[in-house]
Each structure stands twice: as C-alpha cells, then as structure tokens.
C-alpha cells in the first residue's frame, strides 16, 4: 500500500509535501477545495506527484520545485509529463 503526502504551497514554485495516512480517496474528498496536488510513495525515494488535473501536473513540472517527503531536498521528474502520463518524481538521497 503506497504512502500519500499532501503538497502545500510555499511561496512561489514551491511544493511541500505534508505526511498523511489517508488513503487517495480520502484524500481527493478532504483537499477538494485547498489543494491541488498530492504525493504517493512508489517505492523509497521514488514518489508520484498526482494531481485532479492532468494539465495542471504538466504545469507544476515545469513550474515548482517538489520537495522530498523524507529528507526536504528537491526532487527531480523522472518521467516526462503528458496527458496519459503523471509524473515521477525521485529524491537522489533517499533513492539510493
Ligand atoms: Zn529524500
């Protein structure tokens, strides 16, 4: 069962992820209104970044940085975003 983390915008281009043990669902109910964009834990150091928009995920990969649920650093996209497609962001610390 994979681990969700809510994103919570800081300032300008930035995404704190923000620990939940609520499952997607839950999760897509509860943020309705606030926020946009959650995390799911792939494996260690490897993270989803859903959103409710497909377009807007392609959006915050271009536009924010995501930062690592575990250690804070910055992640980096894995997989390139696209209309099928959300993406993958891995932590270079934690993923090691
Ligand atoms: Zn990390």
């Known amino acids: 069962m994979s ?3 809510t994103l919570t915008t800081v300032g300008h281009g930035r ?15 509860c943020t309705g209104q606030s926020s946009a964009f959650w995390l799911t834990r792939i ?16 959006h915050c990969v271009r536009n924010y940085q995501v930062y690592c649920p ?9 997989l ?6 959300t993406p993958v962001y891995t932590c270079k610390k934690c993923s090691n």
């Open 70 to 78: 575990q250690c804070k650093l910055v992640m980096e996209p894995i």
């Open 15 to 29: 995404l704190i992820p923000r620990k939940t043990s609520m499952t997607e669902e839950q999760l897509q109910k």
């Open 43 to 58: 494996m260690d150091g490897i993270y989803r970044l859903n959103c409710k928009n497909k377009i807007t995920a392609e």
């Open 80 to 85: 390139p975003a696209n209309k099928h497609e």
């Open 3 to 5: 681990q969700n983390y």
